[in-house]
């Protein structure tokens, strides 16, 4: 399977965006899709994580309240609706899938795909 994730861009603080995570080579079924986030000279950090037969989600405190993760079966895709922007969610914004336990999902190591990274820039 690979990941291709797009609709990042140059937002002010306050906008809104959707990035979407397609998946291809196969349909996603006993996946977890997760969503993370890397800043200039920082690691990269958990944001968000779908189970993708439960559409069970978890997010990261900092995004509580403004961003939302969805699946479409059709298009066999994710999305990260980001809402209220701040220029602290600037980063690129990478998508992945695991199989893991619900205990270890916001643990980047246990990703196995990743996709590309879609650049996110808000002004303030």
């Known amino acids: 399977v690979q990941l291709q994730a797009s609709g990042g861009g140059l937002v002010q603080a306050g906008d809104s965006l959707r990035l979407s995570c397609a998946a291809s080579g196969r349909t996603l079924n006993s996946d977890k899709v997760g969503w993370f986030r890397q800043a200039p000279g920082k690691e990269r950090e958990f944001v968000a994580t779908?189970?993708?037969?439960?559409?069970?989600?978890i997010l990261t405190d900092s995004v509580k309240g403004r961003f939302t993760v969805s699946r479409d079966y059709g298009r066999n895709s994710v999305y990260l609706h980001m809402n209220r922007l701040t220029p602290e969610d600037t980063a690129v914004y990478f998508c992945a899938i695991t199989r893991t336990v619900y205990s270890s999902l916001r643990d980047p190591t246990k990703y196995y795909i990743w996709g590309q990274g879609t650049l996110v820039t808000v002004s303030s």
């Open positions: 779908i189970s993708w037969n439960g559409g069970t989600t």
